[in-house]
């Protein structure tokens, strides 16, 4: 009797706005974890309800963004923190990554995949990356005139 290997589907969760390296490093190192990364990328409501302002970047540049990553086979829409769960069920998911900053948060879902949060990349955030572009405004303003 001939087996076929296992498929291993691991989704993960997050806003991604203002793409950065750390980001990219999360997604990649959940990728590595599994055969597919299947990515729910939060929308703009969830984003003004949970931080209390839109990303810069709409859910659909969003969603092209991570679309295009090699690293990534699919993506869907995250309207709730709520519906975790159900999405996980949705898409199958064999592992839950998230990354550290939401330790414990997701320890529930344990009962339906495995649950793993990686540790996030130091010294970098998509507010750190906007106050440098702040920062460096008028410096940069200077060198379009
Ligand atoms: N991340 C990271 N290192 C950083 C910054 C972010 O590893 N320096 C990770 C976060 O831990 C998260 C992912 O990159 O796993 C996306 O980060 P955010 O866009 O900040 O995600 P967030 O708004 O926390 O949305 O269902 C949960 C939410 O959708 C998560």
Not at 122 to 129: A, H, L, M
Request: include cysteine; glycine fraction near 6%.
């Amino acid at each position: 009797m001939t087996h076929e290997p296992a498929e291993t589907t691991v989704v993960t969760f997050g806003t991604f706005d203002v793409f950065h390296h750390g980001h990219l490093k999360l997604l990649q190192r959940a990728a590595d974890l599994g055969n597919r990364l299947i990515v729910g990328v939060s929308s703009d409501a969830l984003n003004i309800s949970k931080k209390g302002r839109p990303p810069v970047y709409s859910e659909d540049e969003r969603i092209e963004i991570i679309s295009g990553l090699r690293c990534v086979s699919g993506v869907f829409l995250e309207e709730s923190l709520a519906f975790k769960r159900r999405y996980l069920l949705q898409h199958r998911a064999d592992v839950l990554v998230m990354g550290d900053d939401w330790s414990g948060r997701f320890d529930d879902m344990g009962d339906i995949c495995r649950v793993l949060y990686l540790p996030r990349t130091p010294d970098v955030s998509t507010t750190s990356t906007l106050e440098r572009i702040r920062a460096d405004a008028p410096r940069r303003v200077a060198l379009l005139v």
